[in-house]
């Protein structure tokens, strides 16, 4: 398991200088958010644009994953929207995923994180289950062809807002090797019943992203760590456990305004997490005589 940090904490940063700090501050990569301060998947310029990150990112050392979770990219009044589950627009977010594994492919991602959206009012789950599923299986075949995971996010407040949800939309689908899991550790706390600790096991072998910060019960707010209740050396501990070695990048977008200051924090509350985490899983032999 490798310590990134989010781009979308980054927003009042040129992106060279965001990639440039997060790298300084010992963070091994970064969950990319596409979106237009930094990265716009739908400009001219984009191919031109991820061939110098790719390059960047590289110098750096910094691994990547990419995030799709921005807020206004497609619709400037209506945030999140279109969504795969929406009335009308699925096309868009479905264009907008395909050009994110493109983008994926080219950096040489670990994996795409995406979600489904919030279900129209009115509209039943059994509709909800027919447009996501038509929506992620417009994404898979490309996914497979080019060779990247397809990390699936259950998001508080959404369609598929539990873990359940995404199980059971991989079932839906037939279980495909490349839909995988994103694990937000904060949502653990927020909404999921058996805890962070226990999401992680329940995902397992599964999981394919990591997204790190605090919560509290029942409020979906991105909180730095100890500002909530998540038992974060138990997290890194159960993440460990079962064998994850990915990206665990921290998810803090509404910290911009001092992002240095937060992800420096954020590096030292991870770290010093990690050896207690390794302390409580080291035997002890009290009153072994040598």
């Known amino acids: 398991m490798r310590f990134g940090y989010g781009t979308n904490g980054f927003w009042d940063h040129r992106l060279d200088d965001a990639l440039a700090i997060i790298a300084d501050l010992g963070y091994e990569g970064v969950a990319l958010t596409l979106d237009h301060p930094h990265l716009d998947p ?3 310029d ?10 960047r990112l590289s110098d750096l050392g910094l691994a990547v994953v990419v995030e799709t979770g921005a807020r206004y ?10 969504t795969l589950v929406s009335g009308t627009g699925r096309e868009q977010r479905v ?10 492919h080219d950096l040489g991602a670990e994996a795409v994180s995406f979600w489904s959206g919030i279900l129209p009012a009115g509209v039943g789950p059994d509709e909800g289950w027919s447009r996501l599923v ?28 539990r873990l359940e949800d995404v199980l059971e939309l991989r079932s839906r689908l ?15 706390v927020c909404n999921e019943p058996d805890g962070p600790e226990g999401t992680v096991r329940r995902a397992g072998g599964l999981i394919a992203n990591v997204q ?7 409020v979906h707010d991105h909180l730095e760590f100890g500002d909530g209740e998540i038992d974060l050396p138990g997290v890194l501990g159960a993440l460990e456990e079962v064998g994850y070695q990915g990206l665990a990048c921290v998810e803090l977008p509404r910290h911009g305004h001092a992002a240095p200051l937060v992800a420096e924090r954020s590096m030292r509350a991870l770290t010093d997490a990690l050896m207690v985490a390794h302390a409580r899983r080291t035997p002890r032999h009290e009153g072994v005589i040598r």
């Not at 984009?46 to 390059?55: K, L, M």
């Not at 929506?135 to 060779?147: C, N, S, T």
């Not at 037939?174 to 653990?188: A, C, E, I, K, L």
């Open 46 to 55: 984009a191919p031109e644009r991820v061939r110098r990150i790719g390059a």
């Open 42 to 44: 739908f400009a001219d």
């Open 95 to 104: 264009e907008l995923l395909r050009r994110a594994v493109r983008i994926g």
């Open 212 to 218: 790190l910060d605090d919560m509290r019960p029942g």
């Open 73 to 82: 990219l497609m619709d400037p009044r209506r945030k999140h929207e279109p």
């Open 134 to 161: 038509g929506g992620v299986e417009q994404v898979l075949p490309l996914a497979d062809e080019l060779g990247v995971d397809c990390a699936f996010e259950p998001e508080p407040g959404m369609f598929a807002e």
């Open 174 to 188: 037939g279980s495909p090797p490349r839909f995988r899991v994103t694990v937000d550790v904060g949502h653990g």
